[in-house]
């Protein structure tokens, strides 16, 4: 299994705007759906990752306890379903349903909303201020499937508080590691490598 850090996207840089369906309420979810929010989550995520089913519980748990903070959230799932279909939109919806997931859970299928972000790998956490600002771009915490430490958000969850508080998360930031982003061939940007 191929590790992929991410790109740790420059601090500041404004959040890339995006239209996708939500694969359970089949809305069209953007930027202006979170228009107000103190903070904006996006998470490349997918559900054949052994990354992602490491950590989905938690990010299901995060979805439930920043629901009362004013915290805006998005799944977005980016890979290509003919090598991968397990991610397709149909089993996206099964894995929100089965997790309850509470925020929107989108298909990226021309894979243009992840290059925007450049999103590496799954899963990709990018948190934004309440000027859609990026002030996070890091790890959930320092669990993985094959270390035995506990799955606890504590990286992600601290980024989400000092946001909240509308402070400035500094610049060490720990990048997520997981698997790539599935790119379609001949689609995979510049920075994927």
């Not at 930027?31 to 903070?39: I, Q, R, V």
């Not at 991968?84 to 021309?110: G, I, Q, R, S, V």
């Not at 989400?160 to 402070?167: E, I, P």
Request: hydrophobic share 40%.
């Amino acid at each position: 299994m191929a590790l992929t850090e991410s790109t740790m996207l420059t601090l500041a840089t404004p959040a890339p705007n995006f239209q996708l369906l939500d694969v359970v309420s089949e809305k069209t979810i953007s930027l202006s759906t979170f228009e107000g929010k103190k903070a904006l989550l996006v998470m490349f995520i997918c559900r054949h990752c052994p990354f992602v089913k490491h950590v989905q519980l938690e990010l299901a748990k995060i979805g439930k306890d920043y629901v009362s903070k004013d915290v805006g959230i998005v799944a977005i799932s980016s890979n290509n379903i003919e090598t991968h279909p397990d991610d397709a939109p149909d089993k996206l919806k099964e894995m929100a349903l089965e997790l309850e997931f509470n925020f929107p859970y989108c298909f990226d299928e021309t894979q243009e909303v992840a290059k925007s972000y450049t999103a590496a790998c799954t899963p990709d956490f990018f948190l934004f201020d309440a000027d859609f600002k990026l002030a996070y771009r890091g790890q959930l915490d320092d669990s993985r499937p094959s270390n035995e430490k506990p799955v606890t958000g504590s990286d992600l969850r601290a980024a989400l508080d000092v946001v909240l508080a509308g402070k400035n998360i500094g610049e060490e930031q720990k990048p997520s590691v997981g698997c790539n982003i599935k790119w379609k061939p001949g689609n995979e940007p510049p920075y994927f490598g």
